[in-house]
């Protein structure tokens, strides 16, 4: 069983900053990649980030140059950095991880980008 904990959310104003984090911990036995996705009302769940366990990352196009993911493997943490935020990045942010073929979604953490 693995857990995850996401936190950092909560209300910033258009143009600020946000730094998510994600603590795993359970049976993880390699390193796997990590994944943040969001969600809003009557949306589907979307990728936004994913870094390898080599540190590789990809990015949504609506993310790019915005977002930056990284990782702490020594500490199963992953931190999502999120500037110049817009009101259309409010939504409910998860992370994700994908172990053993069972993939495990953290409770999820609320930003709100509104002034």
């Known amino acids: 069983q693995v857990q995850l904990v996401e936190s950092g959310g909560g209300l910033v104003q258009p143009g600020g900053s946000l730094t998510l984090s994600c603590a795993a911990s359970?049976?993880?036995?390699?390193?796997?990649?990590m994944n943040w996705y969001r969600q809003t009302p009557g949306k589907e769940r979307e990728s936004v980030a994913t870094i390898s366990s080599g540190g590789s990352t990809d990015y949504a196009d609506s993310v790019k140059g915005r977002f930056t993911i990284s990782r702490d493997n020594a500490k199963n943490t992953v931190h999502l950095q999120m500037n110049s935020l817009k009101p259309e990045d409010t939504a409910v942010y998860y992370c994700?991880?994908?172990?053993?073929?069972?993939?495990?979604w953290g409770k999820g953490t609320l930003v709100t980008v509104s002034s």
């Open positions: 359970g049976r993880i036995f390699t390193i796997k990649p």
């Open positions: 994700h991880l994908r172990t053993g073929g069972v993939d495990y």
